[in-house]
């Protein structure tokens, strides 16, 4: 009983669903008949002859509810009365239909019998063209179903009125009033447009999942066989009556014999037998089988006979056709019943509510409908002449929306060929509010709205989409649930793109990202506050631009030098740092990548950036031992910004890195800097018993009788720890303190004799020459005064005009007490 019950409920929600036949839920209107070339006029003629039923308690848009409902309207879809009449006006199309051709040619006025007939059957088709004044329809620009008078009426005026009412004429009394002229009969032809209820009819049945497919298709090729050889047994018939009877043996049927018997005076034998004799000669005339004692006597049948035979020839290859496509099968209708079957019964196993329903079979009829603007049509085609249409077709709309003003064209290039064109149905919701997104829509034709839902499952605002707006891009962006449902007030076609291809562009072309969110910071209407959508902008911005520091900082490290131009191309800025405040040129600099290092300074990167830890990129160069990328930045203008230089030192001394300490020293840092104590890096090497760290910074020139805050020296440090090999070297660099000489004289003498043992290297070039502009130079004893070293080394290098030398930071050498043990020194004129 229940499973009764269900089925009852079941056929009565698909009648609900028609069209107008009683069976809308499983029919579709064919339009293959009808596709026009232009893109525009397909989208036009989806939305003109496909059949949707929104439901009347459905809200599809606030106009509705202004509009309000007209009243003295019949609706096709849910009146059962009208759709009783349909019934029976297309009995009525089917006898007028086949009467017709019958009227013309076995009757000369009709008999009082079928007079009557004929006029009941005009009356019936009267009060029909009268009803489609009142009969709703759907609207082809807001797809809404039309329920005023006015509107209504204009329509049936211009589509088939003047036919219609043709067609109710009573042509018989007419022909009857005028004396019997022949002409007026041909006007009975007109009725003949009331065939197209039948033709509905046969689509309707043939798309009806209920009733088997072969059945129908040959019921509808007999029909079509048969409705055509009686048009022309009719005619046959009417080409032999129109001649004088005293001529009646120069006819077909006159001059008839079969066996004994004759068809003289035919005009006297039996209708029904003149009907069957006449059926006889179209069938065979059709099938071509050939005349026998049938056959055309006098021109005009000649002349019919020709044209019906090659007529005959095309009706003959679409019979044979058909019946071919019912045997292979895998015809699209065939596919489209299947589907439909397929998905009914799903539906009816899970007892799914009826506006999914009617969603999942409306949509499954709009993709029949549509399958020749689809995505399927060009599956076969490779990707990149697909690339090219999608340029053809949504370039220029893609270009003319405002989220992407502004982007550059491989952008929107980028964007245009991963497009996939989509129809959506009125009623249908694309995205609901609290809902995961992950798929970006552009509308470009037809009409949304976006609704505010509250917390009890009110409405409470709403925003209407119109071509060109874009819906999604909130969530995409931000990563939060969709803010507002989506919902289809007209139909419409929307371009859609899947969130992972958008992001994925967009990590390639983040310099449109952020032109994105900036356009997306200045429209009008947002959905949220002003502010808040502002803030979130700006914390999407800067976490968009902390994750491009990382990425250009990663290309550094690992010496990617072409991803590198890749994305400072595509808009990166190189002076961005990462969290730790490091630049790519820190991370190039100490991974040795001479490579980028020039690159990211031709770029105008600040060759004097710190980071969090005041390091600069010289001094990692420094700390790792790439001499070579050391040079290039102090060329460049790079020099050693160490804070607490004294600490630094004695960290460095502490820890014994004696090679780091001696390119330290090398630069330039004063080797007397002092710590938080006064203590200089000698301090600590004295104290640690670190020889060579000392050594290294007595050769750089460090004092042994600098005092800490305790008033200690390195000297006296030595002596604490009992380090002889220490006390002796630092013994032997005090004299060469002036505070502990007793006078001048003297202590200048040592100094002399000191430098005696001082060697330096000379070059003749200048310190920031170019390598190919590079010479040998000259090892020389460091002499009492800076114009012996300059004439000694002129001398050697054959060199004229010098007048100064330059240390490797291009400092100028004043005083040979200045120059250290193995010094590079740079010869060059006041001038230069």
């Not at 009356?123 to 009142?134: K, N, Q, S």
């Not at 035919?266 to 069957?276: A, G, M, Q, S, T």
């Not at 790439?626 to 030192?649: D, F, M, P, R």
Request: hydrophobic share 40%.
């Amino acid at each position: 009983m229940g499973r009764k019950n269900r089925g009852k409920e079941e056929e009565e929600e698909e009648g609900g669903s028609s069209n107008g036949s009683g069976d809308g839920e499983y029919e579709v209107d064919d339009l293959r008949d009808k596709i026009q070339s232009s893109r525009g006029s397909r989208f036009a003629l989806i939305k003109s002859q496909f059949g949707y039923e929104a439901g009347n308690n459905r809200r599809l848009s606030r106009e509705n509810l202004i509009k309000g409902v007209s009243h003295g309207y019949i609706d096709p879809q849910t009146n059962r009365w009208y759709r009783a009449w349909e019934k029976f006006i297309l009995i009525w199309a089917l006898y007028s239909s086949c009467f017709t051709p019958l009227e013309f040619g076995f009757f000369r006025g009709l008999p009082k019998k079928l007079f009557v007939l004929d006029i009941v059957g005009q009356v019936a088709f009267f009060i029909d063209i009268i009803l489609h004044f009142f009969v709703a329809y759907l609207d082809t620009e807001t797809y809404v179903l039309v329920k005023k008078r006015t509107p209504i009426a204009i329509r049936y005026m211009r589509s088939h009125f003047i036919i219609d009412l043709l067609g109710c004429m009573p042509w018989d009394i007419i022909y009857k009033a005028a004396g019997g002229k022949e002409w007026i009969r041909y006007l009975l032809w007109i009725r003949l447009s009331r065939v197209r209820k039948l033709t509905k009819f046969f689509q309707n049945m043939e798309k009806d999942i209920r009733i088997n497919y072969l059945f129908t298709r040959i019921i509808k090729l007999i029909a079509v066989e048969l409705y055509c050889t009686h048009t022309a047994a009719c005619i046959f018939y009417y080409l032999a009556t129109t001649i004088p009877e005293e001529k009646e043996g120069y006819t077909w049927i006159g001059s008839l014999q079969l066996g004994d018997y004759h068809y003289s005076h035919f005009r006297e034998i039996d209708l029904w037998k003149r009907y069957i004799t006449s059926m006889y000669f179209a069938i065979v005339t059709m099938a071509t089988v050939g005349y026998g004692d049938i056959h055309a006597v006098n021109v005009r049948e000649m002349i019919f006979v020709m044209i019906y035979v090659s007529f005959d020839m095309i009706l003959g290859a679409y019979l044979i056709g058909n019946m071919t496509a019912l045997i292979v099968k895998g015809s699209k209708t065939e596919r489209y019943r299947d589907k439909m079957t397929d998905l009914l019964k799903y539906m009816n196993r899970n007892r799914l509510g009826k506006d999914i329903r009617n969603q999942i079979k409306g949509h499954l009829r709009l993709q029949y409908e549509r399958s020749y603007t689809d995505a399927v049509v060009l599956q076969d085609i490779p990707v990149s002449i697909r690339a090219k249409i999608s340029q053809r077709l949504y370039r220029d709309f893609i270009e003319s929306i405002d989220l992407f003003d502004g982007c550059s064209a491989e952008f929107i290039n980028q964007i245009v060929i991963r497009l996939h064109e989509e129809f959506f149905l009125p009623g249908e919701v694309i995205m609901e509010q609290g809902n995961a997104v992950d798929q970006l829509y552009f509308v470009k034709e037809g009409s949304l709205e976006e609704i505010s839902t509250a917390k009890d499952g009110s409405e409470e605002s709403s925003t209407d989409l119109k071509p060109g707006a874009v819906f999604g891009i909130i969530a995409i962006l931000f990563n939060i649930p969709q803010p507002k449902t989506v919902r289809v007030c007209e139909l419409c076609v929307l371009l859609r793109i899947d969130k992972q291809s958008f992001s994925n562009i967009l990590e390639v072309y983040f310099h449109d990202g952020r032109r994105i969110l900036s356009n997306l910071s200045e429209g009008k209407d947002s959905v949220f506050g002003k502010k808040q959508l502002e803030t979130d902008i700006g914390f999407h911005i800067t976490k968009q631009e902390a994750e491009l520091a990382l990425r250009v900082n990663s290309a550094s490290y690992y010496g990617d030098l072409q991803q590198l131009k890749d994305l400072i191309r595509a808009g990166a800025d190189p002076n961005k740092t990462d969290y730790d405040g490091r630049s790519p040129l820190h991370l190039a600099a100490s991974r040795g990548y001479e490579d980028i290092v020039q690159f990211l300074i031709q770029e105008g990167m600040n060759v004097n950036i710190a980071d969090n830890f005041g390091n600069t990129p010289l001094l990692e160069a420094i700390k790792n031992g790439h001499e070579n990328i050391a040079t290039l930045l102090v060329n460049k203008g790079a020099s050693l910004q160490i804070e607490n230089a004294g600490n630094y030192l004695c960290m460095v001394v502490l820890k014994g890195d004696a090679d780091f300490l001696r390119r330290l020293l090398s630069r330039g840092i004063d080797p007397n800097s002092k710590d938080y104590d006064e203590r200089t890096p000698l301090h600590v090497a004295a104290s640690q018993g670190f020889y060579i760290m000392a050594k290294i910074l007595l050769d750089a020139g460090a004092s042994v009788l600098s005092k800490d805050r305790w008033g200690n020296t390195p000297l006296d440090e030595a002596r604490i720890t009992r380090n002889k090999k220490m006390v002796s070297l630092l013994e032997a660099a005090k004299p060469l303190e002036t505070s502990e000489l007793p006078d001048a004289p003297d202590r200048s003498q040592e100094i002399t004799d000191k430098r005696r043992r001082i060697k330096c290297t000379v070059f003749p070039f200048h310190p920031w020459e170019s390598k190919d502009a590079r010479k040998v130079g000259i090892v020389l004893w460091v002499p009492s005064s800076m114009e012996d070293l300059i004439r000694e080394a002129s001398e050697q290098l054959n060199v004229s005009s010098c007048s100064c030398l330059l240390t490797e930071d291009g400092g100028k050498i004043v005083d040979v007490n200045m120059i250290s043990d193995g010094q590079k020194l740079f010869m060059m004129r006041e001038t230069d």
